[in-house]
């Protein structure tokens, strides 16, 4: 259990740090693991700021890493919601589905995004993430936050 606990960390520490090779992407942050039936996951984000006209932007989009600790490849389903900390109501934004290879780790795979004005305040914002193998049950959400609308 530690050794599969070690793995879902060291994973989600360098999906947290690596660069994507767009120079113009953004970081990819993952939260807290959770986990249903042998697959385990996190939810991460990623916030790339840009300009439209003089309107500032930025394109939030929500990831996951999937980690199977069974013996054999599993399908998998995933959605992503996502929401204004302050005061908004969570939105679905993308689902989708993968093989996930027996005792392997798959991602972060991009689930579904969204354009948001950057407003006067450095607003919050949060994803939700939730996932079952073929046939299983949901696990619970795991998530991640960002407020990436600096000048």
């Given at each position: 259990?530690l050794k599969r ?23 990819i942050a993952c ?121």
């Open positions: 259990m606990t070690g793995t879902v960390v060291a994973a989600a520490a360098v999906a947290a740090l690596a660069l994507p090779a767009d120079a113009h992407a953004a970081a939260g807290g693991s959770v986990s249903t039936q042998g697959i385990s996951g996190n939810g991460c984000i990623s916030a790339e700021r840009w300009k439209d006209g003089h309107v500032l932007m930025r394109n939030i989009t929500a990831h996951t890493l999937l980690t199977n600790t069974r013996p054999h490849a599993s399908w998998v389903e995933y959605e992503a919601y996502f929401r204004v900390v302050s005061g908004g109501h969570w939105v679905k934004i993308g689902n989708g589905r993968t093989v996930v290879q027996r005792r392997s780790t798959a991602g972060p795979i991009a689930i579904g995004s969204t354009d948001r004005v950057c407003g006067p305040v450095n607003v919050k914002v949060e994803i939700r993430v939730h996932f079952r193998p073929a046939g299983g049950a949901w696990s619970n959400w795991t998530g991640a936050a960002t407020a990436q609308c600096q000048t």
